[in-house]
């Protein structure tokens, strides 16, 4: 008994010593290769507040590395522009590296709450675990009626009104989310619920941009008063915060209110619901993973298929391979279902393709530390933003020669199978991955493989009837969309009087 004290104080010695000077000796590591930092300002000058994809690809031939450095004052910056740095430092050490940097202007608007913008805390995993159980393949399998009636809606509001292709795009997915979600019906591309949503996604995409609030920059300046001159977010965040509540409680309440008078449909939220006791935590929850998810579906999965149409305006021939394909496999009398999917993989070449050639999300979403670490005789400091560069990953030419050019051929071995390169990068990384990653192929797909059974895209004429070029020009920060493009959507003459 004697000795086991001086034994355990003598362990317990040699531990500290041991993580001290491991600690010491990692601070002593370099920080990945990167732009001068400023004196007190570090490197905020270099930061791009526009396309900064482009940029931090070009910084990977200037510093010689696909890892960079920056610290714009003070905050610690990682941008990772290789797949496979990635895949080691946010997907193999995810336990690392699945928190997410502290954004005031998030908190100000109320979407602090929502899943992709909170921390990793044990209420982030419930969010996780709910999603996943709603969202996994399984589980969608009994939503593919709503899928289906609502690509039907979109294809049928082309075809009425092909002029507003983006907004008839940009209404399906939010369609669809409040259909499985809350079972409702949104039907009109200016349902007031659609466009109040519209705007606080509007608010929370600007949020994530640096330099558009300085309070994003300079955190202290959000208990300034509001009357304080420069302060005039607050009012901003105040009017957002409004509508945040305001569309997160009115479709729910209605569900709720549905589910206790028996009536309505089932939906996602009403299963929560019955899971558990409805009490305020849990109406809660339910309420935020609700309208995280909601939030989450429309940017990305318009720009994926403003994308899609835009590549099939430059591509008459892809989109005759498709049409080819989608005749032998379902004939030209009734439309692709999911039911079809694997029997066409040219189409989940062109699925693959247009996520490639224009990832919607390119910068993915900011990931942190939360431990000191250390890659490649690097150190990753613990609080440390890390940035998947997704799009210059899209465009490594060994992988993807020319990779500017949209070639679903890619995706295909020569005998017209699809190969193994089935990782959709825009997703994400670790255990932030896309919670709807799946939802979001599958109706990303029927939408794609629906229009393109339905509508030929080509080129517009202008009024002497030359064809109006097209040049591929993508804008947005956090979600990325092709610049507005003219294009003819027509129907398919074999279709014209059916629909
Ligand atoms: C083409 C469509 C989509 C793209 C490109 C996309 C992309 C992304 C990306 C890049 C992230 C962050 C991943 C990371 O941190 O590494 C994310 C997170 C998320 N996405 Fe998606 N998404 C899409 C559609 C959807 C859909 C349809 C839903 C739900 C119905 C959804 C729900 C979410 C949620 C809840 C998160 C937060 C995950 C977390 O922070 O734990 N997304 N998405």
Same mark, same amino acid.
């Given at each position: 008994?004697?000795?086991?004290?001086?034994?355990?104080?003598? #362990?317990?010695?040699?531990?500290?010593?041991?993580?001290?000077?491991?600690?010491?000796?990692?601070?002593?590591?370099?920080?990945?290769?990167?732009?001068?930092?400023?004196?007190?300002?570090?490197?905020?000058?270099?930061?791009?507040?526009?396309?900064?994809?482009?940029?931090?690809?070009?910084?990977?031939?200037?510093?010689?590395?696909?890892?960079?450095?920056?610290?714009?004052?003070?905050?610690?910056?990682?941008?990772?522009?290789?797949?496979?740095?990635?895949?080691?430092?946010?997907?193999?050490?995810?336990?690392?590296?699945? $928190?997410?940097? /502290?954004?005031?202007?998030?908190?100000?608007?109320?979407?602090?709450?929502?899943?992709?913008?909170?921390?990793?805390?044990?209420?982030?995993?419930?969010?996780?675990?709910?999603?996943?159980?709603?969202?996994?393949?399984?589980?969608?399998?009994?939503?593919?009626?709503? /899928?289906?009636?609502?690509?039907?809606?979109?294809?049928?509001?082309?075809?009425?009104?092909?002029?507003?292709?983006?907004?008839?795009?940009?209404?399906?997915?939010?369609?669809?989310?409040?259909?499985?979600?809350?079972?409702?019906?949104?039907?009109?591309?200016?349902?007031?619920?659609?466009?109040?949503?519209?705007?606080?996604?509007?608010?929370? #995409?600007?949020?994530?941009?640096?330099?558009?609030?300085?309070?994003?920059?300079?955190? /202290?300046?959000?208990?300034?008063?509001?009357?304080?001159?420069?302060? $005039?977010?607050?009012?901003?965040?105040?009017?957002?915060?409004?509508?945040?509540?305001?569309?997160?409680?009115?479709? /729910?309440?209605?569900?709720?209110?549905?589910?206790?008078?028996?009536?309505?449909?089932?939906?996602?939220?009403?299963?929560?619901?019955?899971?558990?006791?409805?009490?305020?935590?849990?109406?809660?929850?339910?309420?935020?993973?609700?309208?995280?998810?909601?939030?989450?579906?429309?940017?990305?999965?318009?720009?994926?298929?403003?994308?899609?149409?835009?590549?099939?305006?430059?591509?008459?021939?892809?989109?005759?391979?498709?049409?080819?394909?989608?005749?032998?496999?379902?004939?030209?009398?009734?439309?692709?279902?999911?039911?079809?999917?694997?029997?066409?993989?040219?189409?989940?070449?062109?699925?693959?393709?247009?996520?490639?050639?224009?990832?919607?999300?390119?910068?993915?979403?900011?990931?942190? #530390?939360?431990?000191?670490?250390?890659?490649?005789?690097?150190?990753?400091?613990?609080?440390?933003?890390?940035?998947?560069?997704?799009?210059?990953?899209?465009?490594?030419?060994?992988?993807?020669?020319?990779?500017?050019?949209?070639?679903?051929?890619?995706?295909?071995?020569?005998? $017209?199978?699809?190969?193994?390169?089935?990782?959709?990068?825009?997703?994400?990384?670790?255990?932030?991955?896309?919670?709807?990653?799946?939802?979001?192929?599958?109706?990303?797909?029927?939408?794609?493989?629906?229009?393109?059974?339905?509508?030929?895209?080509?080129?517009?004429?202008?009024?002497?009837?030359?064809?109006?070029?097209?040049?591929?020009?993508?804008?947005?920060?956090?979600?990325?969309?092709?610049?507005?493009?003219?294009?003819?959507?027509?129907?398919?003459?074999?279709?014209?009087?059916?629909?």
């Amino acid at each position: 008994m004697a000795y086991y004290l001086p034994l355990a104080v003598c #362990t317990s010695l040699l531990v500290v010593f041991y993580f001290t000077k491991v600690r010491q000796d990692r601070r002593r590591l370099p920080f990945p290769p990167g732009p001068k930092p400023w004196p007190l300002i570090g490197n905020v000058l270099d930061i791009p507040t526009s396309t900064s994809w482009y940029t931090y690809t070009k910084w990977s031939k200037i510093y010689n590395s696909n890892m960079l450095y920056v610290n714009p004052f003070g905050q610690k910056l990682l941008i990772l522009n290789s797949f496979e740095d990635a895949e080691e430092l946010m997907d193999v050490r995810s336990a690392n590296s699945s $928190g997410r940097p /502290f954004n005031p202007m998030m908190q100000l608007i109320g979407l602090d709450a929502h899943t992709a913008f909170m921390g990793k805390t044990p209420l982030w995993r419930k969010h996780r675990t709910m999603l996943r159980q709603s969202l996994g393949k399984q589980a969608l399998i009994r939503q593919h009626h709503v /899928f289906e009636k609502k690509v039907a809606e979109l294809v049928h509001k082309i075809a009425t009104d092909p002029g507003n292709f983006r907004g008839h795009c940009k209404a399906y997915g939010p369609a669809i989310a409040m259909d499985v979600f809350y079972g409702y019906d949104l039907v009109d591309n200016d349902d007031p619920l659609l466009i109040q949503t519209l705007k606080v996604v509007d608010q929370a #995409t600007d949020a994530l941009l640096p330099g558009v609030f300085l309070v994003n920059t300079f955190p /202290f300046l959000r208990y300034l008063p509001r009357w304080f001159p420069g302060a $005039g977010f607050h009012d901003r965040a105040a009017d957002t915060r409004r509508i945040t509540v305001h569309i997160r409680d009115t479709p /729910f309440d209605r569900a709720v209110k549905n589910l206790s008078q028996g009536v309505g449909r089932p939906s996602i939220v009403t299963e929560w619901l019955r899971q558990d006791k409805v009490d305020e935590d849990c109406a809660k929850l339910a309420k935020d993973v609700a309208i995280g998810a909601l939030e989450a579906v429309i940017e990305t999965t318009s720009a994926t298929l403003d994308a899609f149409c835009l590549a099939l305006t430059l591509n008459p021939e892809v989109q005759k391979i498709a049409q080819e394909e989608i005749r032998q496999v379902v004939g030209t009398t009734v439309l692709p279902t999911l039911r079809d999917r694997p029997f066409m993989p040219y189409l989940e070449a062109i699925y693959r393709e247009t996520l490639r050639w224009a990832p919607p999300t390119p910068l993915g979403v900011p990931h942190t #530390t939360a431990e000191d670490d250390v890659y490649n005789g690097y150190l990753i400091p613990a609080g440390t933003v890390v940035v998947a560069n997704i799009w210059a990953m899209t465009r490594n030419e060994k992988k993807y020669p020319e990779p500017e050019a949209f070639r679903p051929g890619r995706f295909l071995d020569p005998d $017209g199978t699809l190969n193994h390169d089935d990782r959709v990068l825009t997703f994400g990384f670790g255990r932030r991955i896309c919670a709807g990653k799946d939802l979001a192929s599958e109706i990303v797909w029927l939408a794609m493989a629906n229009i393109l059974a339905t509508f030929n895209i080509s080129k517009a004429n202008d009024e002497n009837g030359n064809e109006i070029e097209v040049l591929p020009k993508f804008i947005g920060e956090a979600v990325s969309h092709p610049a507005p493009f003219e294009c003819a959507i027509k129907l398919r003459r074999e279709l014209e009087g059916v629909l």
